[in-house]
């Protein structure tokens, strides 16, 4: 399974970013998708995910701020994120995991810096 992330940039704290996960690959064997962030000297979280069947799942620090979804004709996971704060500032990576085989499969990072 190869991960495309985009849509990370440099935004104003309480501006809005939408971060887009394009799997490609054996796909079909991916149960869960969800996007982690890794800020400097932090160690990497889960923000949030959303399995094959739909149930998502949310960090408490991004929850009623963030919504994570899939779009199945596009193999896409999206992250929109509104009301940003500088804490949120930090690479996000999209990650991919296959229960079935026990294997995480992760994508490049994409920097989202949020200025106060």
């Known amino acids: 399974v190869q991960l495309q992330a985009s849509g990370g940039g440099l935004v104003q704290a309480g501006g809005s970013l939408r971060l887009s996960c394009e799997a490609s690959?054996?796909?079909?064997?991916?149960?869960?998708m969800g996007w982690y962030r890794q800020a400097p000297g932090k160690q990497r979280e889960l923000v949030a995910g959303?399995?094959?069947?739909?149930?998502?799942s949310y960090a408490d620090s991004v929850k009623g701020r963030c919504t994570i979804s899939r779009d199945n004709a596009k193999n896409t996971v999206y992250l929109q994120m509104n009301n940003l704060k500088s804490d949120d500032t930090a690479v996000y990576y999209c990650?991919?995991?296959?229960?079935?085989?026990?294997?995480?499969?992760w994508g490049r990072g994409t920097q989202v810096t949020v200025s106060s």
């Open positions: 959303i399995t094959s069947g739909g149930y998502t």
């Open positions: 990650n991919a995991y296959s229960d079935n085989i026990s294997t995480s499969y």
């Open positions: 690959g054996n796909i079909f064997s991916v149960n869960f």
